[in-house]
Structures are given as structure tokens and as C-alpha cells.
Nanobody, 115 residues
């Protein structure tokens, strides 16, 4: 199994920044891909950014140029740096680890962008 713990959410004004962290434990050597997803009220969960085992990254069009995903292998942690935040970025952000046959979710962290 893989355990994921997200942190770093909060309330921020438009134009502000936050950095989310996703700390992984367990069979982390089996992780092929870690993604940050978000779900706003009344909307489907969507992939925001992801990073593969090899380090390749991908982003949703809505966050390109504003969000950056990175990882610290020594700390088994994946980060999502979010800059130039907009009200439409408000959502619960979840970390997901794909190990091929299964995927694991964290508990989520709330991000609210409001004046």
C-alpha cells in the first residue's frame, strides 16, 4: 500500500501563491506516476498536474505557466507550487499515486482563493 498525506492548503487572495505538499510512504518504489487533482463543488475531479517516475511532467491547460509540480526523492514528497492563483482555482486538492494495478488517494487539502 501507499499512504499519502497532503498539506499546505489554505485561504489566499487572488494573485497569491501556495505550495502544496504530498508526503508518500509505503511501497513508494512501485509508484509510476503521482498526480495532483482537484475537485470544486458540483464539478468532476480533474487532473491538475502530474509527474512520472522518470520525471516527466504534464499540466492542465488551465494551470500551465502558473503551477509547477516537483519532487524531493530524499523526502518522498511531491510539491505543487501554485502562483497567480485565481478564484476558479478554489477546490479540494488531492494527491494520487498510481502503482499500475491500483491507485491511492490522500485525504485532500482545501484551497480557497478569495479577496
Amino acid at each position: 500500500q501507499v499512504q499519502l498525506v497532503e498539506s499546505g492548503g489554505g485561504l489566499v487572495q487572488p494573485g497569491g501563491s501556495l505550495r502544496l505538499s504530498c508526503a508518500a510512504s509505503g511501497i513508494i518504489f512501485k509508484i509510476n506516476f503521482i498526480g495532483w487533482y482537484r475537485q470544486a463543488p458540483g464539478k468532476q475531479r480533474e487532473l491538475v498536474a502530474g509527474i512520472s517516475r522518470g520525471g516527466s511532467t504534464n499540466y492542465a491547460d488551465s494551470v500551465k505557466g502558473r503551477f509547477t509540480i516537483s519532487r524531493d526523492n530524499a523526502k518522498n514528497t511531491v510539491y505543487l507550487q501554485m502562483n497567480s492563483l485565481k478564484p476558479e482555482d478554489t477546490a479540494v486538492y488531492y494527491c494520487n499515486a498510481d502503482v499500475g494495478v491500483m491507485s491511492y488517494w490522500g485525504q485532500g487539502t482545501q484551497v480557497t482563493v478569495s479577496p
